[in-house]
């Protein structure tokens, strides 16, 4: 009897051979590992500006400069791909708006009075 190859991602890559996301220990990275981590997350940062139309007050240019903002939208990130994971059922993505309204407020309120989009408040 054969079986079916796994289906395919968008990328052709069989679905069972997909992690499913991971956690980073930011401190334990080399430079190249954070570079590269760093590039994943600022097109994710930057989509999640447009498609919720947030401003400076809520993530600034400088959110990078910021180990903690990092770390907030990797974890919002991380939570993005295992919602939008092929297993998962259309409720994920109502459980990830959820972890995305907790992010957004806690930025919101570190960045208040702080850093914008001009200003960097180290």
């Known amino acids: 009897m054969r079986t079916a190859p796994p ?3 968008g990328c052709g890559t069989p679905v ?3 992690p499913f996301a ?11 590992e954070r570079l590269k981590e760093l ?10 500006v447009v498609a919720y139309e947030l401003d400076a007050g809520t993530i ?3 959110w990078e400069q910021h180990e903690w903002a990092i770390r907030v939208l990797d974890a919002l990130r991380r939570s993005y791909l295992i919602a939008t994971h092929p297993t998962q059922s259309g ?3 109502v459980g990830w708006h959820h972890n995305y309204v907790l992010a ?5 309120e570190a960045f208040t009075g702080s850093c ?4 960097h408040v180290p």
């Open 7 to 9: 289906p395919a991602t």
């Open 16 to 18: 069972a051979d997909v």
């Open 22 to 32: 991971p956690t980073i220990d930011w401190w334990a990275l080399t430079p190249q």
């Open 39 to 48: 590039g994943e997350l600022r097109i994710f940062v930057a989509r999640l």
């Open 60 to 62: 600034p240019p400088c």
């Open 91 to 93: 409720e994920a993505l």
């Open 104 to 108: 957004r407020d806690l930025l919101r």
């Open 116 to 119: 914008t989009a001009s200003d």
